[in-house]
């Protein structure tokens, strides 16, 4: 698995979630979403988002992505983080 490529389908995933406001968020809390992407390298990329409650109103967002061989049991991980006013932890 290219991490490169990997780790921008992560973090385009994480974009599009941060344009979402915190109601959005909450409406996909404990929902798993799950796509196939192609990578810049022609490469088929499995892409889960998954987001929870963090506690103390927080949601956490984490994404994991691998390209279906050996990185599907050690994918690449980005998390990120929303606090109950809307604004993100760095």
Not at 2 to 20: F, H, N, P
Not at 28 to 36: E, G, L, M, N
Not at 65 to 80: E, H, I, N
Request: proline fraction near 2%; aromatic fraction near 6%; include cysteine.
């Amino acid at each position: 698995m290219d991490k490169e490529i990997a780790a921008g389908l992560a973090d385009a995933r994480l974009a599009d979630w941060q344009c979402i406001d915190q109601g959005g968020w909450i409406a996909v809390v404990d929902d798993k979403d799950v796509r196939q992407v192609v990578g810049e390298d022609g490469r088929r990329y499995n892409v889960v988002s998954h987001a929870v409650h963090d506690g103390d109103g927080r949601i956490r967002m984490s994404v994991a992505v691998d390209d279906g061989g050996l990185s599907a049991f050690v994918p690449l991980v980005r998390d990120q983080i929303m606090n109950p006013d809307g604004t993100f932890v760095e």
